[in-house]
């Protein structure tokens, strides 16, 4: 397989409330980029052997991976930050003329080379293990200053497997250790839009897949998954100051009680925590940024028998307090939102069709976004939507 992506925003715009006083008196900030792209080429070629073995099956993967990632980013022009007036005010200025500057550039380039082993026994179970040789290197090149280059040379190793105890239970565990990008610097930090560095991932999880009746599923499981924490330091850079691990259990039960009713009913119930030397010396809080300790999800589609066509679907989803400062005193309350929704497939002519109406945050319910450290969004508000999909799939 060889694969080709690119994303180009031609101009962008930031625009932050600061220093909001209880009263609402606010200063608007408004920050402007360039064009900012980003560019990716990646392939990959594996080779397998199936060997059957009676009742048991091996796989041997054999691949070579393979990617580059340029980016041209930054580049933002002098903040414009406009006079404090009240929140909800409008003030009219006369369009700024912007002055842009140089952007940075950066390149990425990442070889894997790896081999792997699947093993299935039918009736007793499944395993796998896999090893990879991971060579990563990322070069910067920020505008009137030297080039900088990070390299990362890597073995990643995972392994899993599954026990069938009986015809309806299984019994599973897994470990991966993983090279992953962490995207890009947010808006709302003083290194916005930057390119944050690759880390390094480890996640162990364990559980059962308990098949109830013939037509519902039960799945819990324990997991564990740690990775570097990226946060502000006190001139708002985002960078990494510590680990943040996730362990906790994850529910779910799916499948169909009736034949007329799909149930889809979630949890995740985790104790997220940061460690390192920020958190000993008081500059960070042991609890990560926009994360809960709690969050529950059912989804529910009924499929009326006399209604041909038509279906109906509720959504609930509950979510935790969550911390929204970098030390830990600020928080979010928890909050739970309500959708409702229907949907109508027919025919329109010789094409298949469908009408999707939904009646979304039903309650009117209102929380923030957590975006970061104390910086914060709206969230929607009671909409209605309506969307008609046709599949013009030929005579």
Known sequence: ??????????????????????????????????????????????????????????????????????????????????????????????????????????????????????????????????????????????????????????????????????????????????????????????????????????????????????????VAGLFDVRKPYFITDDANVLRVQGDVRHRGLELSLSGKPREDLSVIVGAVLMDPEVTGVAVREGRIGDKPVGQSDRTFRTDLEYRPPGLRGWSFDFAATHVGDRTASRDGRNEVPAYTMLDLGARYRFALGRHKAMLRLQALNLTDAWTWNIYGSNSFGLTDGRRFQAQLAIDFDGP
């Open 1 to 218: 397989g060889l694969f080709h992506s690119s994303f180009e925003r031609l101009q962008g715009f930031a625009e932050q409330f600061v220093g909001t006083t209880r009263e609402g008196l606010t200063r608007e900030t408004v920050i402007a980029d360039p064009s900012q792209r980003y560019a990716s080429t990646s392939g990959e070629l594996r080779l397998s052997r199936s060997v059957v073995e009676g009742p048991r099956l091996h796989v041997l993967h054999a691949s070579v991976r393979g990617r580059r990632l340029h980016s041209r980013y930054g580049g933002s022009a002098t903040p414009l930050v406009l006079p404090e007036r009240r929140l909800g005010e409008i003030l009219r200025v006369p369009k700024p003329d912007f002055v842009f500057r140089e952007r940075t550039r950066d390149l990425v380039e990442q070889r894997t080379l790896g081999l792997a082993y699947e093993g299935r026994w039918r009736g007793v179970g499944e395993w796998s293990v896999g090893v990879q040789k991971t060579d990563y290197e990322k070069r910067i090149e920020p505008p009137g200053a030297p080039p900088t280059t990070t390299a990362d040379d890597s073995w990643l190793v995972n392994a899993t497997a599954s026990w069938f105890a009986t015809d309806r239970l299984a019994v599973y565990a897994g470990h991966t250790r993983g090279l992953e990008e962490s995207g890009l610097a947010p808006a709302d930090v003083a290194n916005r839009n930057e390119a944050l560095p690759a880390i390094r991932t480890r996640q162990t999880d364990a559980g059962i897949r308990w098949q109830l009746g013939r037509s519902m599923k039960l």
